[in-house]
């Protein structure tokens, strides 16, 4: 079993993102969804987030300027006696500027999840975490598909073990979108985190597709 200390770093070390807002996946800020948009991500956690591999599923909805999304993360961790977490969160965005016949897009999104953390025989730690990020995305056609590269900045609100943390983060990515509707697409997301001496800088890479309906 492990120690009441080595919990407590282990949770230390728990920045999990928010995407779509799931633990273990990049949280994507590239735009508001013209229509109904569902996707699958596989996350690759770097070792300061436990390392694993995160299998998410999320849908965006958009309406005009604005945009809501929801998102299922199952997060399988590394190393014995850490049970796999699960997270559900969502997010709300709207954009600010650009449109569909102007190639640069400015977003704001906040968003929200949650989960519970179980190691060894230790009673479950519950995390919560909110974002609040601003998305820059363009487009740039070509013949067949579309390339859509984004960058989004936020700042998060982390809710663990009773205390509460104030954290930076950027994400960025590549969307490549087909005219069936079809799109590919991968992020990195990083976090800087100083909770009360402990920091670090974990990583998500991530790769999916996505189907717009």
Not at 2 to 28: E, H, K
Not at 140 to 153: E, G, R, S, Y
Not at 196 to 202: N, S, V
Request: glycine share 18%.
């Amino acid at each position: 079993m492990r120690t009441l200390p080595a919990l407590a770093a282990a949770l230390l070390a728990l920045p999990a993102v928010v995407v779509a807002q799931g633990a273990g996946l990049p949280l994507m800020n590239s735009g508001v969804s013209s229509g109904v948009m569902v996707a699958a991500d596989v996350g690759f956690p770097d070792d300061q987030l436990g390392g694993g591999t995160a299998y998410g599923a999320s849908a965006n909805v958009g309406f005009g300027i604005l945009g809501l999304g929801a998102q299922v993360v199952r997060h399988a961790w590394e190393g014995e006696g850490v049970d796999g977490t699960t997270s559900i969160g969502g997010t709300a965005s709207v954009r600010l500027f650009g449109g569909p016949l102007v190639p640069f897009r400015v977003h704001a999104q906040v968003g929200y999840a949650g989960w519970d953390i179980q190691i060894d025989d230790i009673a479950g730690i519950s995390q919560t975490r909110g974002t609040a990020s601003i998305g820059f995305a363009a487009t740039i056609p070509v013949p067949a598909f579309a390339i859509k590269p984004w960058l989004a900045p936020r700042i998060q609100r982390t809710e663990t073990g009773g205390n509460s943390f104030t954290e930076y983060g950027v994400s960025g990515g590549i969307d490549i979108g087909f005219l069936n509707g079809m799109s590919i697409r991968g992020a990195y997301d990083r976090t800087w985190i100083d909770r009360d001496g402990f920091t670090a800088t974990p990583g998500i890479l991530s790769v999916g597709l996505g189907w717009g309906l």
